[in-house]
């Protein structure tokens, strides 16, 4: 049996008296995007930083390709590209130039670095670019550049770090587009973000790091199935209504008083006898609204939690 593209097995790592990761485990399968989802300060960086072999950990084991990251360190940075890191962009050259002088510094013969370069200004939608100078390029420009760059020695293992922090929605998408790309052509992707709308578009499978440990992980559908039951939502002109309303449901206020969740349960009888129960004593809502669970109340949820317990759903 072939090795997963990524494995790490109880990875710890501390600064000075801080652990920064507590006992991390997961797997990526071959062509999957998985995303490592956490706040500011996680850990996503410092894992990111060990699978690519820039700093070690201080116990535990990670492979990628079947291949030990601090054993085989040299072979791993061969299989893998990780952006904004090893690919400088530089501003004075065009598009084209800064991947041809990739390519020299890669080894890459000449042939293969017109073919590559070609096929990732096509597949990054910067032909047009190409004979121009990064300086003229937008954010959103720069960013495909680099990753483009960071493709050249066809990696089997792609790391991008918040791909899209600082983009326009149009540039998100494009970037999206982009990724779910790369994977339909089977490179592994290992994607950290602090944005979960990032990893309910693309990941396969996401882990969600908190204060260094895996909390959860699992499928964004599953994530979500956590959080479970789709909710009504009831929203009040005053909090006199608010507050009575959630006596005769028996519901905890929230908010400013002015608003109710109640589970819906996945039947229509319990909110129809709610929806009843309140008309039946004047309490007309200013809104209703039917929610389903986003991977925002699962990240909440999850990380709002003090018992900090491992949950596989995968
Ligand atoms: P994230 O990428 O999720 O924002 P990081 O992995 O960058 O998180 O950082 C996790 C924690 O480790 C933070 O509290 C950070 O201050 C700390 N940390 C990271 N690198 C170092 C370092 N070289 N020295 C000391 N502390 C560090």
Redesign the pocket.
């Known amino acids: 049996m072939r090795a997963p593209a990524i494995q790490v097995r109880g990875l710890k790592k501390s600064?000075?008296h801080?652990v920064?990761l507590d006992d991390v485990s997961f797997e990526v399968e071959r062509g999957q995007i998985f995303a490592l989802l956490?706040?500011?300060?996680?850990?996503?960086?410092?894992?990111?930083?060990i699978l690519s072999t820039l700093?070690q950990a201080d116990r535990g084991t990670a492979s990628i390709d079947g291949c030990d990251v601090t054993l085989e360190s040299d072979r791993v940075r061969q299989i893998i590209s990780l952006t904004g890191q090893y690919a400088a962009v530089d501003e004075l050259l065009t598009g084209k130039e800064n991947l041809h002088l990739m390519g020299g510094l890669l080894h890459l013969d000449r042939q293969t670095v017109r073919r590559r370069a070609t096929e990732l200004l096509t597949l990054f939608d910067l032909t047009d670019a190409a004979g121009k100078i990064v300086k003229t390029y937008s954010g959103g420009m720069r960013r495909k550049l680099d990753i483009a760059i960071s493709l050249l020695g066809s990696p089997k293992v792609i790391f991008l770090?918040e791909p899209t922090t600082g983009l326009d929605p149009r540039s998100r998408a494009s970037m999206w587009e982009m990724i779910r790309q790369l994977a339909r052509e089977g490179v592994t992707i290992f994607l950290?973000t602090q944005y979960l709308e990032e990893a309910d578009q693309l990941a396969d499978k996401i882990a969600v790091?908190a204060e260094?440990r895996i909390v959860a992980e699992g499928t964004a559908e599953q994530l979500k199935a956590v959080i479970g039951e789709e909710r009504l939502e009831l929203h009040f002109h005053n909090s006199a209504d608010g507050r009575r309303a959630a006596t005769l449901l028996h519901l905890p206020m929230e908010g400013d008083g002015l608003q109710l969740s109640l589970p819906a349960g996945g039947t229509t009888d319990s909110l129809r006898s709610a929806l009843n129960m309140l008309h039946e004593h004047d309490i007309v809502p200013a809104t209703v609204n039917y929610r389903k669970p986003t991977l925002d109340d699962v990240f909440m949820a999850l990380t709002g939690n003090t018992e900090k317990e491992v949950r596989h759903y995968a």
Do not use: F, S
């Open positions: 600064y000075a801080k920064v956490g706040e500011n300060g996680a850990g996503k960086t410092t894992t990111v930083r700093i770090d950290t790091l260094g």
